[in-house]
């Protein structure tokens, strides 16, 4: 079984940063794509960065230019450098990582319990 823990969140000024990381453990074999995804209040949850096992990236338009998602595989962890973070980025950030935790199962979605970033003044 797959567990993954978000840290690095919490409460920055509009225009400041913030680096989410993603930590994954527990059974792994091989890790494919991995990315974010964000849900703000009454909102639904929306992509925001993606990343797979070659390091191609995908971001969502809001994301663009402000946001960076990496992988350190060795390290089994996934990161997202948010920079000019304005109000509407707050939300609770989520990680996920399709995952085959044994050399003979199939391809599975793990999900992060997520984590809040606020951006207030």
């Known amino acids: 079984q797959v567990r993954l823990v978000e840290s690095g969140g919490g409460l920055v000024q509009p225009g400041g940063s913030l680096r989410l990381s993603c930590a994954a453990s527990?059974?792994?074999?091989?890790?494919?794509?991995m990315g974010w995804y964000c849900q703000a209040p009454g909102k639904q949850r929306e992509l925001v960065a993606v990343?797979?096992?070659?390091?191609?990236?995908n971001y969502a338009d809001f994301a663009k230019g402000r946001f960076t998602i990496s992988r350190d595989n060795a390290k089994t962890t996934l990161y997202l450098q948010m920079n000019s973070l304005k109000p509407e980025d707050t939300a609770v950030y989520y990680c996920?990582?399709?995952?085959?935790?044994?050399?003979?199962?199939?391809?599975?979605?793990?999900w992060g319990q997520g984590i809040q970033v606020t951006v207030s003044s």
């Open positions: 996920y990582t399709d995952i085959r935790e044994t050399v003979a199962g199939g391809i599975v979605r793990s």
């Open positions: 527990g059974s792994i074999f091989n890790m494919y794509a």
């Open positions: 990343i797979d096992s070659g390091g191609t990236t």
